[in-house]
């Protein structure tokens, strides 16, 4: 049976969690989820808008309540949990519904802060937290009149600036004489407060609230100095607190949120949280960026993946107010110890500081141009010497290359890694990479596929100007991976999905099913359906023969004169003389014009008419030889070395191992071709560190690498890891082996696929985790026991005999 | 001989087999004292015939991928229109064509090329 999760807070950190959760291991759980709004997950961000009346509802659900049903998830709308019996594992709800769990989020966010003054609960006194306060303020703002917003922080601000925009007036009350203090220094805060108030809103600053008047409802607000404004509505927005009651109630140990460790697991191990109500190493966050890095750890965790940690973060705050850019980051006020740079324009209405110690960035204040934000974010996070550049520093990125103006320069001037969308973490290098991949066109499309500017927004403008770069002229050099070939919109990663969930079976489905463009497609895609349908669906799928390679389809090299090229397998590079002699006598027996030696240790016999393949295969096959698959994207050789049997340096058995890899691995097919070599020491002479899979024997065991070639482009292999026996030389070997064959692009070999997806997510998926390792390794000897099979013996036999015989001879 | 069959010799013409013995989206050569020809089998059953020599550098084209009315060479990759034996352009060259007929799933194959190719006789090797 499957195990149960419930999740409490139906809000945006619990289900993140939910979403990085399904990515990881969409089956282990039956899923359940309360929340007491009766909503599916919205984008509370998005709230500031939807008072402004730039959005709607509609526009900032994340996910409906048919997201839940696709997912089978079970919601339960509208209903607070009020119980959770730790011991039954039991939660219950207000109304009596009971949800029995073996793990448990909790995701209750925050409660908005409420002073405790007289008049605080009068009907007309609403806070900013959700829909049900944005529809009271919509409400309200329909009798137009006077709002007061309490609170000159983020939260007040977008809420005064909102019930503006409804058409009231609006006064906005701050105990203190910034705004934003704990965001903004002095001068931007004063930029800040001029332009809003040339938009209409009136502050009184440096006011203490006393109490809020009024009969039935709210009537005035009165302050310490006896001051009494008028007000028809009063916004409190003073601050949230962690949403943690219904966890203390329950026992766990909560200071002052949940207090959880970094795999965001409570004091009770079967109950993680996330989000607003969680306290991690002493700090609290009110932001999405941190809670939605807590939600992949805690998934991580979830999916007993078991690597993930979350170790703090550091924020930075962005402003939506439209026509507003505001940012800042980190220590912005400095001290002593700290040096200031500054640049002021105040005819541009542009701020900027930055503060610095040993060159390093502290923190960041930017009004009126914010673009540089994200780049003195990630100089900061990777702490950055900015020695070199420093002169330029104020003026931001764009200036430290060629000189260049405006949006698009400015991106363009980014690093891959630069951070674009902080909320949900996304960098330059993965939008650009998403846009030529996918094909992305519009905003819409770069959010769906990235969620980068699908939180705050306030990340669009950059979005858009990487779009329209990465359209452009100038970046469609860079290989994108466009559809896999005129015949399809899709490419390699949506076939492959689309095969494997739609259970697609032949060529033909595929092509009939993704309508293709072409009558029966391309040499293209037709031989990477045939591989992907062909490892999809090992035993089941039959290989349709026209859809190979020449090479691939007579089991045999097309030379130049129009005959092939026979390479019998030469396990491990290691023969006997019975063997040679079997070879010569062959030779001899149909003329081989040539014998060559290969670059991967085996014997070629060049110049073999189409006619003859059969007969030679036969010979062969009788002298205990199968297929060197020498022409397919295939398992190729073994190479080794002689090793610690004859070697003086030898620290293994190299030789055999080597043979017992190709035992292994023969016969399988691959996207490209794969090529091993075990060396039996760190000489290397096997060569084994340009190879798709390399072993080099060390006294200790055996080194693992991955992701070599030689070729037109060399590349020496990655280090993937250390193993002590000849079993797990194996294991490992078969997992990277399925790894690649499952998710690589056809006709990518190892050392392309390794940097695009990177080494450490391959070590995630075959070194760290076991489970998955062995996994791996299972569907290939599942695969294998198909594909082993010797094609030559097959066709000596008589399989195919169209293919090597003309169809008539005349004259 | 039968009558029938005695004019199709005189006029080069030779029953080569059935459309069967071709694999769909495959070929076959039919080898002559003049050299192999091609004959295609598409998707849909129609059947063309092709020396089978690429005008790139004399690739067997019959061991190409077939697809829709075109052979990819095996050698490099150029595309050649089944029905005028013509390259796809941007490449430039051809290879004759011979008729081809096609009777109760009998294929019917003219030894004579077709005029028009210039290079039909004279390979480039
Ligand atoms: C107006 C506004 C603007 C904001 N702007 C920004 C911004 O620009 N950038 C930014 O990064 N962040 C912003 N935030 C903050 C951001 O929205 C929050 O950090 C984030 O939503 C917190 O996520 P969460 O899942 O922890 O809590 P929530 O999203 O609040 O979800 C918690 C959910 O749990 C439910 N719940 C609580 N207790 C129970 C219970 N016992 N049983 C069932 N359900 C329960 C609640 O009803 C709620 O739906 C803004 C917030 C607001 C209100
Ligand atoms: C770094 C110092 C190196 C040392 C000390 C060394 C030593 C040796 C020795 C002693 C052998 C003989 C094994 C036998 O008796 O059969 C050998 C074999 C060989 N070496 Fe090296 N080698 C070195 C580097 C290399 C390098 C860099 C290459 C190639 C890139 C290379 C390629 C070979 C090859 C191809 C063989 C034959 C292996 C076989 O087929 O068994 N060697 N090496
Ligand atoms: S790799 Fe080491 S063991 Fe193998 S032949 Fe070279 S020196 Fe000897
Ligand atoms: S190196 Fe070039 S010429 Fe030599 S076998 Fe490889 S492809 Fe052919
Ligand atoms: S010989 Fe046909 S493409 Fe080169």
């Known amino acids: 049976m499957k195990q149960r999760l419930v999740l409490i807070g139906n809000g945006m950190a619990g289900v993140r969690t939910l979403e990085e959760l399904l990515k990881l291991a969409p089956d282990r759980y039956d899923i359940t989820v309360f929340g007491a709004e009766p909503y599916g997950n919205y984008n509370r961000i998005l709230l500031s808008p939807v008072l402004a009346g730039e959005k709607t509802i509609e526009q900032i659900m994340l996910n409906d309540e048919q997201w839940y049903v696709d997912n089978g998830i079970t919601l339960h709308e509208g209903k607070q949990v009020t119980a959770i019996d730790r011991t039954k594992r039991i939660v219950r709800a207000a109304d009596g519904t009971e949800e029995k769990y073996d793990r448990l989020i909790l995701a209750t966010g925050s409660m908005p802060f409420i002073i405790p003054i007289p008049g605080k609960d009068l009907p007309g006194v609403v806070a900013f937290r959700d829909i049900q306060d944005v529809d009271r303020m919509l409400a309200a703002a329909s009798g137009k009149g006077h709002a007061v917003v309490i609170g000159g922080g983020l939260l007040g601000l977008e809420a005064a600036n909102g019930l503006l925009k409804q058409g009231m007036r609006v006064s906005v009350v701050h105990l203190l004489d910034t705004l934003m203090e704990k965001q903004l220094d002095k001068p931007a805060a004063g930029l800040l407060k001029r332009s809003l108030e040339e938009r209409g809103l009136n502050f009184l600053m440096g006011a203490q609230t006393e109490a809020i008047l009024g009969k039935d409802k709210v009537e005035a607000v009165r302050f310490k100095d006896g001051l009494e404004i008028p007000a028809d509505l009063v916004v409190m927005a003073v601050g949230i607190r962690p949403n943690a009651e219904l966890a203390k109630q329950v026992g766990l140990h909560c200071e002052r949120g949940v207090v959880v460790n970094d795999t965001m697991q409570t004091f009770d191990p079967r109950v993680y949280a996330v989000g607003e109500c969680v306290q991690h190493r002493g700090d609290t966050y009110g932001l999405v960026a941190p809670l939605f890095e807590q939600a992949k750890v805690c998934a991580n965790h979830l999916a007993e993946l078991g690597y993930a940690r979350y170790e703090g973060s550091v924020t930075s705050t962005k402003l939506k107010v439209t026509g507003i850019d505001l940012f800042s980051a980190g220590d912005f006020q400095g001290d002593d110890s700290t040096e200031e740079m500054v640049l002021q324009d105040p005819g541009r209405g542009v701020y900027k500081k930055v503060v610095v110690k040993d060159n390093r960035i502290q923190g960041a204040v930017m009004y009126g141009d914010t673009i540089d934000g994200s780049w003195y974010f990630q100089l900061m996070r990777d702490n950055t010497d900015i020695s070199g550049f420093r002169d330029n520093l104020l003026f931001g990125q764009a200036h430290l290359g060629d000189s260049g103006h405006g949006d698009d320069n400015r991106v363009a001037a980014m690093a891959d890694s630069a951070e674009i969308c902080g909320c949900n973490g996304v960098c330059k290098g993965d939008i650009v990479k998403a846009i030529s991949d996918k094909r992305l066109f519009t905003l819409d499309e770069v959010r769906a596929h990235t969620k980068a500017s699908s939180s705050c927004g306030s990340c669009t403008g950059l979005v858009e100007a990487l779009l329209a770069h990465t359209l452009g002229g100038e970046y469609s050099q860079t290989p994108s991976k466009k559809p896999l070939c005129p015949c399809t919109e899709h490419n390699h990663d949506e076939l492959r999905t689309a095969i494997r969930a739609e259970g697609l079976k032949s060529v033909r489905a595929v092509m009939d099913h993704l309508n293709w463009k072409t009558e029966d497609g391309c040499p293209k895609c037709r031989p990477a359906l045939n591989y992907y349908l062909l490892c999809q669906w090992p035993g089941e799928y039959k290989d349709d023969n026209q859809s190979r390679f020449i090479n691939e389809r007579v089991h045999a090299n097309i030379q130049k004169d129009g005959t092939y090229s026979v390479i019998p397998r030469m396990w491990g590079g290691e023969t006997t003389p019975k063997e040679l002699m079997a070879i010569a006598q062959i030779a001899e027996k149909w003329n081989v014009p040539t014998v060559h030696v290969t670059g991967g240790q085996r014997i070629d016999l060049l110049g073999i008419k189409k006619e003859d393949l059969p007969g030679i295969w036969g010979d062969l096959s009788e002298a205990g030889f199968v297929s060197g698959h020498a022409y397919g994207k295939a398992i190729r050789t073994v190479k080794t070395c002689v090793g610690k049997t004859w070697c003086r340096f030898g620290t293994q058995d190299s030789t055999q191992m080597g043979i017992d890899l190709e035992k292994l691995t023969w016969g399988s097919w691959t996207p490209h071709k794969f090529k091993l070599a075990v060396s039996g020491c760190p000489r290397n002479c096997a060569e084994a560190t340009i190879k798709d899979f390399g072993v080099v024997c060390v006294d200790s065991g055996y080194e693992l690498h991955v992701g070599g070639n030689g070729g037109v482009k060399v590349r020496a292999t990655d280090f993937l890891c250390h193993v002590k026996t000849e079993d797990e030389v194996k294991e490992y070997c078969a997992a990277f082996l399925q790894l690649y064959r499952e998710e690589a692009h056809y006709l990518e070999r190892t050392a392309p696929w390794v940097e695009r997806v990177g080494l450490a997510y391959i070590k995630d998926r075959v070194v760290e985790d076991a489970e998955n390792r062995a996994a791996l390794a299972e569907r290939f000897g599942l695969s294998q026991q198909f594909a082993q099979v010797d094609p030559w013996k097959a066709r000596a036999e008589g399989l195919d005999a169209h293919e090597y015989s003309p169809l008539k001879r005349v004259g | ?125």
């Open chain 2, 1 to 125: 001989m039968q009558q029938a069959e005695k004019t199709m010799v005189e006029n080069n013409w030779i029953d080569v087999g059935q459309v069967s013995d071709i694999p769909k989206l495959g070929a076959r050569v039919v080898r002559t004292k003049d050299g192999d020809i091609a004959v295609f089998r598409t998707a849909d059953d129609e059947v063309f015939a092709l020396r089978d020599q690429c005008p790139h550098k004399g690739g067997p084209l019959s061991q190409g991928i077939v697809h829709g009315k075109r052979v990819a060479c095996p050698l490099h990759d150029w595309k050649i229109h089944l029905d005028s034996g013509l390259a796809v352009a941007p490449d430039e060259g051809c290879a004759a064509r011979f008729p081809v007929s096609v009777e109760d799933g009998r294929i019917l194959l003219s030894l004579t090329p077709d005029e028009g190719c210039p290079n039909s006789n004279a390979p480039k090797v």
